[in-house]
C-alpha cells in the first residue's frame, strides 16, 4: 500500500532553523490569511464601504469633544487646538495601525474557553501569526485614516521651527508607538491564557492608553505621568517625542535624549511581550470539551 | 407577571457567573474614570461653572458615566445581537409561537442584566471616585432614590432603542451596519463624551430634547440636584414619555415585522 503523504506543503519550514527563517514564515502565512479575510470582505463591498466610514466616524468622535472643549476655551492644560491635534493625531494612528494588523489578537480568549484555539495548534503556521490575522479587518483602516488626517493639520497649524531632526522624528514616532502598542496588544493576548474572560481589561491599556496620550501631560497628576514613563511607557508613544517637536518641557524635566528612545523601548517590549505569549501559550491546556 | 419577573431574575444570574469579566470591566471602567476626570479637571480649571456644573459636580459627572456605562450598554454589544441572530437564523419563528410577549421577555431579560451591571460594575467605579476626588455626591436618601427610579427609566429608553435596532435585522439581515450607526449615535448623544449641558446653542438645546439624553444625562442630573421640585418631575417625565413612546414604537415596528415573517419549511 502507498504511503499517503499528509505532509503540508509548508511544513517544511517549519523544521527551519533559526529565527529569522521562522520569523519569515509567520510574515508569510499571516499575509496569506489576511489576503483571505480581504477577499471575502470585499465580496460585500458596500458593506465594507459602510463599516470603514463608521469606522472613521466613531474614532473621530473624541476628537469631536475636543472640538466642543475648544469652543468653550482656547488653551487646555497650557496647549492650543493644533498642539493636541498634533498629540491625538499621532497617538491615534499609532494606535490605529496597531488595531489593524493586530486588533484580533483579544479573540484568544474567546478561542481558549470554546476550544477553536486547538485548531491553530494543529497547522504548521506560528499561532500568533493565526491569531493576529484572526478575522482581519481591512475596515479598521477607517481609524487610520482619520488619524492621519488629524495629525496632518496638526502639524502644519502648530508652531514648529522644523529641523531636519524634527522632519525624521514624525515617522519614527508613528512606528515605535505603533510597536510599543502592538506589545500591549500581544501582552493582553498572552494574559488571557491565565484569565480567558478579561480582555475587557486590556482596553485599559489599548483604549484607555490612547485616550490618555490625545491630551497634554500638564493636564495628568504627575503620579499619572511618571506611571507611564517609567511603568508602562506609552509616554513614548507621542508625548515625549511630541514635545520636542512643540519646544516644550517634559513634564518629568528628564533629560532631552530621552524623547529619542522610543525605538529602544518599543524593542525591548516587543521582546518582553513576546517572552510573555510564548510563557502563555505554553501554559495553555485545552478545555478538552 | 410571575413569568416575566423568573426571566430578570435569569438575566441577573447570567451576567453573574463572568465573574472575571466583570472584575475586568471594573478595572476598565476606573482607569477610563481617572483618564477622563483629570481632562475634566484641566477644562473645568479654565471655565468654572461650564455647563452650569461646578468642578466637583463635572467629576461626578464623570464618574456616574462609568457607573453606568455597563447597564445602559452604551458600548454596543447586549441582547440585540442575539435577538438578530435569532432573527437571521430564523429561530425567532419558534419564539413568535411562544405564549409569551417577546417584547417583554428581552426587556425583563435586560432589566435583569443591567441590575446586575449596576451592582457588579457601578458601584465600584463610583467608590473608587469618591475616594480619590472631591465629588458632589448628595447625602440626601430622596435624591438617591430619584436617581434609582431616574436609572430605571433610562434602561427602559436604552432597552427600547436596542430593540428598534435589533427588529432592523428582520430587513437587513445583517446588523452590523445599524450597530454601528446606533453605537455612534449614543456615544455623542448620551454625553458619554461631554455633558449635553457642554453642547453650544441651539445644537445643545436640541439634543437635550433628544431620547438619548433620558439615558445618561438626566440620572447623572437628577442625582447631581440639577433638578429638584417640579423640574425634578418634569426629567423623570421626559424620560417615561421617550420610554413609552419607543416601546410603542417597538410594538408597531415588530408586528409589521412579523407579518412578513416567512417560516422556510425543512
Known amino acids: ?289 | 407577571m410571575r413569568l416575566y419577573a423568573a426571566v430578570a431574575v435569569s438575566g441577573f444570574r447570567r451576567h453573574a457567573t463572568y465573574r472575571v469579566a466583570t472584575a475586568a470591566g471594573v478595572f476598565t471602567n476606573t482607569v477610563f474614570g481617572f483618564i477622563i476626570a483629570y481632562t475634566f479637571i484641566a477644562l473645568w480649571d479654565e471655565r468654572p461653572h461650564l455647563g452650569g456644573y461646578d468642578q466637583a459636580q463635572a467629576l461626578t459627572f464623570v464618574w456616574v458615566t462609568q457607573a453606568l456605562l455597563a447597564p445602559l450598554e452604551l458600548m454596543g454589544g447586549g441582547f440585540q445581537e442575539e435577538l438578530q441572530e435569532r432573527i437571521r437564523s430564523g429561530d425567532i419563528a419558534v419564539d413568535l409561537y411562544r405564549p409569551v410577549d417577546l417584547q417583554l421577555w428581552w426587556l425583563a431579560a435586560d432589566l435583569g442584566r443591567a441590575a446586575f451591571h449596576l451592582l457588579g460594575r457601578g458601584i465600584v467605579p463610583l467608590g473608587v471616585g469618591a475616594l480619590a476626588f472631591d465629588l458632589a455626591l448628595p447625602a440626601d436618601p430622596a435624591r438617591w432614590s430619584a436617581f434609582g427610579f431616574s436609572v430605571f427609566l433610562g434602561v427602559v429608553v436604552s432597552f427600547a432603542l436596542r430593540y428598534l435596532v435589533a427588529l432592523c435585522a428582520f430587513w437587513l439581515l445583517d446588523g452590523a451596519g445599524v450597530n454601528m450607526i446606533s453605537v455612534l449615535l449614543g456615544i455623542f448623544f448620551t454625553g458619554l463624551l461631554l455633558p449635553l449641558t457642554v453642547f453650544p446653542g441651539l445644537f445643545g438645546e436640541t439634543v437635550r430634547l433628544l431620547p438619548w439624553a433620558a439615558m445618561l444625562q438626566v440620572p447623572a442630573d437628577v442625582l447631581l440636584g440639577q433638578h429638584t421640585g417640579p423640574a425634578l418631575a418634569g426629567a423623570l417625565a421626559f424620560q417615561a414619555v421617550w420610554a413609552v413612546a419607543l416601546l410603542a414604537a417597538g410594538r408597531a415596528l415588530q408586528s409589521l415585522a412579523t407579518s412578513k415573517v416567512v417560516v422556510q419549511g425543512g
Open chain 1, 1 to 289: 500500500m502507498a504511503e499517503v503523504s499528509v505532509r503540508h506543503p509548508d511544513s517544511g519550514a517549519r523544521e527551519a532553523e533559526g529565527p529569522l527563517p521562522r520569523l519569515l514564515h509567520g510574515l508569510r502565512a499571516y499575509g496569506l490569511i489576511v489576503a483571505m479575510w480581504v477577499r471575502s470582505t470585499m465580496a460585500y463591498r458596500m458593506s465594507f464601504v459602510m463599516m470603514a466610514v463608521g469606522n472613521f466616524l466613531t474614532s473621530g468622535l473624541d476628537f469631536v469633544a475636543i472640538l466642543l472643549m475648544f469652543s468653550h476655551i482656547d488653551a487646555l492644560g497650557g496647549f492650543s487646538l493644533p498642539e493636541i491635534a498634533l498629540l491625538y493625531g499621532a497617538t491615534s494612528t499609532s494606535f490605529g495601525l496597531v488595531d489593524l494588523f493586530l486588533g484580533n489578537a483579544e479573540r484568544v480568549g474567546r478561542r481558549v474557553r470554546d476550544g477553536t484555539l486547538d485548531t491553530l495548534l494543529l497547522r504548521p503556521v506560528p499561532v500568533l501569526a493565526q491569531i493576529a490575522a484572526d478575522r482581519f479587518a481591512l475596515r479598521r483602516l477607517g481609524r487610520v485614516v482619520q488619524g492621519l488626517v488629524v495629525l496632518v493639520w496638526g502639524l502644519a497649524r502648530a508652531d514648529i521651527a522644523w529641523t531636519p531632526v524634527d522632519v525624521l522624528l514624525v515617522p519614527v514616532m508613528l512606528l515605535s508607538g505603533a510597536g510599543i502598542f502592538a506589545a500591549i496588544f500581544v501582552a493582553g493576548a498572552a494574559f488571557q491564557f491565565w484569565a480567558n474572560d478579561a480582555s475587557q481589561a486590556q482596553n485599559s491599556f489599548t483604549y484607555g492608553g490612547t485616550t490618555l496620550l490625545q491630551y497634554p501631560p500638564t493636564v495628568f497628576s504627575q503620579e499619572l505621568v511618571r506611571g507611564v514613563t517609567f511603568v508602562i511607557p506609552l509616554a513614548f508613544v507621542n508625548w515625549l517625542p511630541a514635545l520636542r517637536l512643540l519646544d516644550r518641557e517634559d513634564p518629568l524635566g528628564l533629560p532631552g535624549w530621552v524623547d529619542f528612545c522610543g525605538p529602544p523601548v518599543a524593542l525591548v517590549m516587543i521582546a518582553l511581550s513576546g517572552l510573555a505569549w510564548r510563557a502563555g501559550l505554553r501554559s495553555y491546556r485545552s478545555t478538552g470539551s
